[in-house]
């Protein structure tokens, strides 16, 4: 079904980002931003949102749907902008769609990290599910065998940011709950591992002092994505927008995450189109991991 | 598929309580404690919570998914012990099933505010999807015309009961920032329209102050229950767990919940069960809306 885009490739071949909500806005504004004549195709799974508080097996097929539909159309890379599913997803998805590139948002902001930390003490924030996969101590190590990483999981951080709240004095009573027994001298940077975190990284800088760097994933994704996007057939910078719950709260809401106005969703019920594959599939899921394709 | 039960009926019944994840634990334990010679079967659909911020759609569709599943057995009654749910999907769980008594908690609730309210001002607290629903001024007003009922969404109450902040600065500051704009003179009852607000209850309580009334569902919902389960064949008081994810944070956040340790779940995959019950009956919904029942 997926075949690599060349230079030569006639087909237009869009940029899909899938995320559990709102959150991955932040990973598609950054994208957008440096690849303004690249189509895009946003999914966010709200029907199911959040990840962060379920189960590897749970996220992993989740995801799996998600790449299976969008796979459906002409793609140039699929992005899973959620630290959860990046971090326990990437292995099933690339098999299932080994022809498609597949980048997650764990490994850069783990390089982001390396690049930035001088002393190898790194603090990594995410949700129950990205603290729990060690996803990013892995990712970091691997770059770096001498880092010492801690992950902390900021549950409040996500509801925190989906409601604005992300100044005054309930998010700064957040951000030391969770970072004030943590922070010791030898960290020195601070990865912002949810694509919520990124609203918060004021009241989270306030709390780590100018001493300290914080990064996340986007940049590094950016340059990852470039020699695709520079391979891809240009597009004409078209911005698709599907969720899997109606959108009135997802267009309320991803306005800030986006950092401009979203375009409006079209809603898909994912599950019902899974649910009718499957039964033109005898029953079997096996398309989801690739073997339909 | 269900008949309903009478006191000579032989067949043991247990009381279905369904949920979107731990928060119908506290309902559960209120319901165990009334009732200690019954059985019951909780399922939380902890692979899809939370229902609050998702759309009435949405709700109703997952809420007739678990009624599905759970009228499969033999059924005294079912408890819709989700705020969120009960707002939105009663009038669709009675007309799928109409031989099996449905208790939603918001009739309850708003029994309880109306009860206990001397001057008929009533503050409900609860889900988005919940205030959105208007079902708490519907249900209050039908019971006392000349309530004047406020709704107010307090989104990050639920991650704090989760996270077991039910204490010191950060929930008095959400408990404030929800609460101090709308609480005039006007007000003497507050309702918990959320299963997981009463973990707050003491927090919300300084708040509202000693001169009014806080309620919930859970007196009134025993009452309302008490004919049926007199007329059902008693049980052993046995308690069968079900969730849709992996039960490891629904045991570890659930006793907190419950009052008590939670019994080991056992984990069903209600989403592959609805599809395979589409499959043998030609790819159609309908067994879900009672059609085939």
Same mark, same amino acid.
């Given at each position: 079904m997926h075949s690599t885009a060349a230079s030569?490739?006639?087909?237009?071949?869009?940029?899909?980002?899938?995320?559990?909500?709102?959150? =991955? $806005?932040t990973v598609l504004g950054a994208l957008r931003e440096a690849f303004p004549g690249t189509d895009f195709v946003y #999914?966010? &799974?709200?029907?199911?949102v959040p990840y962060g508080t379920k189960s590897a097996g749970v996220v992993t097929r989740y995801?799996?749907?998600?790449?299976?539909?969008?796979?459906?159309?002409?793609?140039a890379a699929l992005v899973v902008a959620c630290n959860t599913a990046s971090a326990v997803a990437i292995p099933d998805l690339r098999r299932a769609h080994p022809d498609l590139p597949i980048f997650g948002v764990v490994e850069p902001g783990a390089r982001a990290a390396v690049a930035a930390s001088q002393r190898g003490g790194i603090l990594v924030l995410g949700?129950?599910?990205?603290?729990?996969?060690?996803?990013?101590?892995?990712?970091?190590?691997?770059?770096?065998?001498d880092a010492a990483v801690r992950v902390v999981a900021c549950p409040l951080f996500v509801p925190l940011a989906e409601e =604005? $709240?992300?100044?005054?004095?309930?998010?700064?009573?957040?951000?030391?709950?969770?970072?004030?027994?943590? #922070?010791? &001298?030898?960290?020195?940077?601070?990865?912002?591992?949810c694509t919520h975190y990124p609203l918060l990284r004021d009241v989270i800088a306030a709390r780590t002092g100018p001493h300290r760097r914080i990064v996340d994933s986007a940049a590094p994704l950016v340059e990852e994505l470039r020699p695709r996007v520079d391979q891809t057939s240009p597009g004409q910078g078209d911005l698709t927008v599907l969720t899997t719950d109606h959108p009135t709260r997802f267009l309320r809401i991803g306005r800030r995450f986006l950092g401009s106005p979203v375009t409006e969703p079209t809603r898909i019920d994912l599950e019902a189109l899974v649910a009718e594959e499957r039964r033109r599939q005898g029953g079997s899921d096996a398309f989801l991991l690739g073997a339909a394709a």
């Open positions: 030569t490739d006639p087909v237009r071949r869009a940029i899909a980002v899938f995320d559990s909500g709102v959150g =991955g $806005l #999914l966010g &799974d709200t029907a199911r995801a799996l749907e998600a790449a299976w539909y969008l796979s459906q159309r002409p793609l949700t129950e599910g990205t603290v729990a996969s060690g996803a990013y101590p892995r990712a970091i190590s691997a770059l770096r065998q =604005g $709240l992300v100044s005054g004095p309930i998010p700064e009573l957040a951000a030391s709950h969770y970072l004030d027994g943590v #922070l010791d &001298d030898s960290i020195d940077t601070v990865v912002l591992g």
